[in-house]
């Protein structure tokens, strides 16, 4: 069994360096700085539609908000930084706090009106349900002039 150790010992000032830049590029590229981060997401197709699982321990169902507009999938929420208690410090803070938005384009498939999402254990669910396919239909010719017939229109076209 291992234990993690609370306290860093004495380094060389260029590994303090390394571990801040490493510090700074992860916050900036990973949104921690601006308060913001993006759960995970797994993304499946079947006949039936698609499924788009999120990741979101932490975040309750109340700071969820999924709205199809225009073709696009937008998800928000908000995971709140846990107060500390008067006298407590936080010794190793790594999970992302504050806001998140994700956006997926749709394909034209997907019916925006046949969207459902639930929350279960921290995943948000969300099930997309395909139209169903155009099919090709025969669309009947009628004559603009009741005279004609096909048979005058084949004498016309011989002369």
């Given at each position: 069994?291992s234990?993690?150790?609370?306290?860093?010992?004495?380094?060389?000032?260029?590994?303090?360096?390394?571990?801040?830049?490493?510090?700074?590029?992860?916050?900036?590229?990973?949104?921690?700085?601006?308060?913001?981060?993006?759960?995970?997401?797994?993304?499946?197709?079947?006949?039936?539609?698609?499924?788009?699982?999120?990741?979101?321990?932490?975040?309750?169902?109340?700071?969820?908000e999924?709205?199809?507009?225009?073709?696009?999938?937008?998800?928000?929420?908000?995971?709140?930084?846990?107060?500390?208690?008067?006298?407590?410090?936080?010794?190793?803070?790594?999970?992302?706090?504050?806001?998140?938005?994700?956006?997926?384009?749709?394909?034209?498939?997907?019916?925006?009106?046949?969207?459902?999402?639930?929350h279960?254990?921290?995943?948000?669910?969300?099930?997309?349900?395909?139209?169903?396919?155009?099919?090709?239909?025969?669309?009947?010719?009628?004559?603009?002039?009741?005279?004609?017939?096909s048979?005058?229109t084949?004498?016309?076209?011989?002369?």
């Amino acid at each position: 069994m291992s234990y993690y150790r609370f306290s860093v010992p004495a380094q060389a000032p260029i590994t303090n360096f390394r571990r801040e830049m490493d510090r700074l590029f992860e916050e900036v590229f990973t949104g921690r700085a601006s308060g913001t981060w993006q759960p995970s997401a797994t993304a499946r197709e079947d006949q039936q539609g698609f499924s788009l699982d999120l990741d979101i321990p932490g975040v309750p169902v109340d700071n969820v908000e999924v709205l199809a507009e225009d073709g696009v999938l937008t998800i928000r929420g908000e995971r709140a930084q846990r107060a500390l208690a008067e006298g407590e410090r936080a010794v190793i803070s790594e999970t992302a706090r504050g806001k998140f938005v994700r956006q997926f384009r749709l394909p034209k498939s997907a019916d925006l009106q046949a969207i459902q999402a639930s929350h279960d254990n921290g995943v948000l669910s969300i099930r997309i349900a395909k139209v169903a396919p155009l099919q090709p239909r025969r669309v009947p010719v009628s004559a603009q002039s009741p005279n004609v017939t096909s048979a005058t229109t084949a004498e016309t076209l011989q002369a």
